[in-house]
């Protein structure tokens, strides 16, 4: 038996034969070509072709794995219609007279190498979507196949790694498993795994030859780990994990319906995380109180110019119908640090993490701030919006948000236009918000606790510095201490407090979070009935007498 370890990306067991992934190994000639006006119709046509497919792609990742995930391919159809490297493809058949297969292959590695050679990790994973677009207009091109195997059985894919458009060809009635030496968690290609509820494991040291494929293997996406020709120990107990893991994914389905109410009387709302309007339909389907944390900052993130107050307004409105009556909080933009938008123009800064992002840049671009909160307004009267303010630090800065908020309404009343009266509330995220969570209680009509910023902030470690994975801990005695603080400050305001962090989803807190009072946890869809379970089962009395 051999045991090779990576790092999870979803968790799961699955057993059957590996099959290695081999790639086309492709090699693109040059060509001198004589009339560059065909070519370049040439490349026209592919790249209509491509963008079909991608539409495809797009309408079956929607159905397998939902519309966040299948954005990317979304994404795709912009970046094959993208002037610059459109403009770069033709100018180089033009002055190169060279065929359209070797100018897509050559503008393709110069747009990669651009993505790689960023600082930023998540634009680093860029460079490979690059890669897959280019790699599938030259497919078109020349007439070749995806290079994906075959098989008649179920399997474990083992790969150096993939694409998102390989990931999402997949068929998931064969792929048990997806096993990559390359990749990394941050990849399109983890979060389509991770969604479709495929084990996966990227960096893993496994040689990609006959020394594993077609051998039996057991993948164990909990510890990180797959067996290749396990014993007969390793079998059974990877059997008996495997049907307990069936087990309770059978059992929360009969969750649905019920309230989120512990033993002892506490009721606990579970909502919803989502970055779009597409993300509601996986909101409905796990049985969401609501949506504790729409991400407005991809509005602008997807868009290459500042949305309109009607282009706002339009989505807002429809999320608050769609939620039918159910809460929608809907957090202002958080653009900054490590979501960058061109267009913004930001200057260069050395340390964005603490630089000009989310509230601040709304106070210091009113006009934009004003934007945003006018269409919020008057979408919420179209049903129970909830406006949160993000990177809160000072009580000056609620009451300047409560100032142009008031403007905002003035200005709307005095143009005959309709709006509500949402709730305000702010995150908190900073250990200065935590701190004077008591006076910052008294500005607001509700908290979020934001526990991802929250703990980089406290313990002063870049979350987004993979080598600083050791000493990233969410679980400090400090983070929980902040926000413990900032549960009690609410309380004794009486306003409501909920967590939309990634602690919001984290099993082995979930008890600790009902003893300290909070209200609400909102994390990702998937996530809301293994809570429900734990909140169903829990005495909160009891647990607080036994800690």
């Not at 594993?212 to 396990?230: C, E, H, L, M, N």
């Not at 969401?288 to 110019?305: Q, T, V």
């Not at 709006?419 to 607001?444: R, Y």
């Not at 909102?522 to 909140?535: G, M, Q, T, Y």
């Amino acid at each position: 038996m051999q045991i090779y370890e990576g790092r999870s990306v979803s968790k799961g067991i699955a057993a059957g034969r590996i099959n290695v992934y081999k790639k086309n190994s492709r090699q693109v000639k040059r060509v001198k070509i004589t009339d560059a006006k065909a070519e370049i119709a040439r490349f026209e046509e592919a790249k209509v072709q491509a963008v079909k497919q991608l539409q495809a792609l797009y309408d079956k990742a929607l159905c397998e794995v939902g519309a966040s995930t299948a954005a990317i391919f979304e994404v795709y159809q912009m970046i094959v219609e993208d002037d610059q490297y459109n403009d770069s493809i033709k100018r180089m058949i033009r002055t190169r007279q060279v065929n359209a297969e070797y100018a897509v292959a050559s503008a393709g590695a110069d747009f990669a190498q651009m993505f790689a050679s960023m600082d930023d990790d998540y634009m680093k994973e860029r460079a490979a979507d690059v890669r897959d677009i280019s790699e599938r207009v030259i497919s078109v091109l020349d007439k070749t196949g995806s290079g994906q195997e075959t098989a008649e059985e179920p399997f474990i894919l083992a790969a150096d790694d993939l694409t998102p458009s390989e990931t999402v060809q997949l068929d998931k009635e064969l792929v048990l498993a997806v096993v990559t030496v390359h990749g990394s968690l941050h990849s399109h290609t983890a979060i389509l795994a991770r969604t479709m509820g495929i084990p996966a494991l990227v960096g893993t040291a496994l040689p990609l030859d006959d020394a594993i494929d077609g051998r039996f293997g057991i993948v164990d996406g909990a510890s990180g780990k797959i067996y290749v020709d396990p014993d007969e120990q390793t079998l059974a107990e990877m059997k008996i994990k495997q049907k307990e893991e069936l087990e309770r994914k059978e059992l929360l389905l009969k969750l649905r319906g019920r309230e989120n109410v512990t033993l002892d009387g506490k009721k606990v709302m579970l909502y919803a995380n989502i970055g779009n309007i597409k993300d509601l339909a996986a909101a409905v389907q796990n049985d969401a109180d609501g949506i504790g944390l729409f991400r407005s900052e991809f509005i602008y993130l997807e868009k290459d110019r500042y949305p309109t107050e009607e282009e706002q307004f339009q989505i807002y409105k429809q999320a608050a119908e769609a939620m039918a009556g159910r809460r929608v909080i809907i957090r202002t933009l958080d653009i900054g640090a490590d979501k960058q938008c061109g267009y913004f123009e930001m200057e260069k800064e050395e340390n964005p993490a603490l630089g000009c992002r989310a509230i601040r840049i709304c106070l210091t671009r009113p006009n934009l701030f004003k934007t945003q909160l006018r269409a919020l307004f008057r979408a919420s009267v179209y049903g129970e919006i909830a406006i949160m303010y993000p990177m809160i630090t000072s009580v000056w800065e609620v009451k300047r948000i409560r100032e142009i908020a008031a403007l905002v309404k003035a200005e709307l009343a005095e143009q005959g236009m309709k709006f509500g009266e949402p709730e305000q509330g702010i995150m908190i995220e900073t250990p200065a918000a935590a701190l004077v969570s008591g006076e910052l209680a008294k500005e607001s009509d509700f908290f979020s606790i934001g526990t991802n910023d929250l703990t980089q902030y406290t313990l002063a470690v870049d979350r987004q510095n993979t080598k600083l994975d050791p000493f990233y801990d969410p679980h400090h005695p400090a983070v929980l201490r902040m926000i413990s603080m900032a549960v009690e400050s609410a309380h004794r305001a009486g306003i409501p407090v909920g967590i939309c962090g990634e602690l919001g989803a984290d099993q082995t807190l979930t008890r600790e979070f009902l003893a300290m009072g909070v209200d609400e946890l909102s994390v990702s869809p998937e996530n809301i009935l293994p809570l429900r379970k734990i909140i169903l089962e829990t005495n909160v009395q009891e647990y607080r007498a036994g800690k």
